[in-house]
């Protein structure tokens, strides 16, 4: 039994989403300012692989191993209540990730502490995702063949969404912006920190509703 809940834990993949206030106080210091905690399990590659992302970066996080089937640890005990039984599972301030990716721990991170943890090449491309007034900006990256990317914009201003739109091929820095961006097709798109998940306009104004 323990074999098969370990393994939903390590498939379940990513899960990211926000709530409101009280949906837990582990995510922040007695300040009330954001802090990172994760949950992890022992042997566990995924867990593994959210602490390196977190390491590389120099955020301070607190790591909390627990024993699911523990009745008595109370880590677990709070791990269950906030968590849908998915690990690893990074929380800071009202924001929590299930999974191991790096794009949506950015966007966890980027959303509480803003650029403070971006490497430095990230830290370039990135502050074009942002107004004078820190407000996300919808940001297509993409080339002038892409018959997607043509869609896309074409739905855009149909739809009054203004949006940055960058040739990936045209903008001198191909190979550096696709290696730090990792744009493997186009379009890759983002609504401030974080990277959306499929190229229909449903799925960027999914994301836009969560920032708005």
Known sequence: MKIFIVA???VAGVWYWQKGGSANDIGFDKAGKPVVVIFTINKCDPCQAAIGILQERGVPFQEKMIEPENGQDKDA???RKVSNNM???TISG???VAGSSKWELISLLGGNFGDQY???EERTYFGQHFDAKGSP???LYGTDWCP???ALRKEF???GISFVDIDVERSGEFDKLTRVMEIAGYPAIWVGYTRVHGTTLDAVKAVMNKKS
Do not use: Y
């Open 94 to 96: 009202n924001n929590k």
């Open 8 to 10: 939903i834990f390590i």
């Open 77 to 79: 005990k709070i791990w």
């Open 148 to 150: 997607t990317c043509a």
């Open 157 to 159: 201003h149909e739809n």
């Open 87 to 89: 690990l690893p599972l």
């Open 118 to 120: 971006l490497m430095r």
């Open 137 to 139: 900006k919808v940001v």
